[in-house]
């Protein structure tokens, strides 16, 4: 049964937020197997108005910063990111924010949004497959951050994760992720955990 929490409830988890790729200690995007970032008329709309007049970059899912419009477009409605962890995490949940108040929906931020969504871990980089850790949905209109716990907590470590956007909410030219995180206990020296946050 999926589990659904508000990012607002899980603050009581210590985190430690993954920095962009340009940090050295932070999480990288593989770019050759993650979808190309959305070109179109070079803007995304909210609420009818352009938020964006460039194209950005799928590490901007990896930011802390996820006001409206700060968000990763990719063509159509599904698409992938491969994201390498800094540390081998034992995975145990994900949170996706769609930086958007549920106040301030509109019929554009909402059609745009992610829907279905999974996320496979991985142990190398090379791994075709990895292992599938959940499929879940989306909501837009409800918290802007919502944490969904991983359904396959028997993986072991994995040192990358793959987001796979199933559907959107009905937009037909894009999708726009703002934020994705990954929870869990990272490794330290095969043995030692703590909570992660990525």
């Keep these: ?3 659904t929490m508000s990012a607002a409830l899980d603050s009581s988890w210590p985190r430690l937020t993954i920095v962009p790729v340009f940090y050295f200690a932070g999480a990288a995007i593989i770019r050759s197997k993650t979808s190309p970032s959305w070109i179109g008329s070079g803007r995304v709309f909210w609420q009818s108005l352009p ?4 194209m950005r970059p799928p590490e901007v899912i990896l930011e802390p910063d996820n006001h409206p419009g700060n968000c990763w477009p990719f063509p159509g409605s599904q698409g ?3 994201i390498k962890l800094p540390v081998a995490v034992f995975p145990t949940a994900v949170t996706i924010n769609h930086g958007i108040p549920a106040a301030a929906y509109h019929a554009d931020s909402i059609s745009s949004a992610p829907k279905d ?3 496979y871990g991985l142990q190398e980089e090379d791994d075709e497959k990895g292992t599938l850790l959940g499929e879940f949905i989306f909501t837009p209109g409800q918290a802007p951050g919502q944490t969904f716990q991983l359904k396959n907590e ?3 470590f994995i040192k990358y994760v793959r987001l796979q956007v199933l559907s959107n909410w009905g937009h037909p030219d894009y999708t726009c992720v703002y ?7 990272p ?3 095969g043995d030692a ?3 992660l946050s990525a």
Excluded: E, T
């Design 1 to 3: 049964m999926q589990k």
């Design 51 to 54: 938020l964006m007049a460039y």
């Design 80 to 82: 992938h990111v491969f």
């Design 117 to 119: 969504f999974a996320v």
């Design 154 to 156: 028997h993986s072991g």
């Design 179 to 185: 934020q994705f995180r990954l929870h869990g206990d």
């Design 187 to 189: 490794s330290h020296d």
């Design 193 to 195: 955990r703590g909570k």
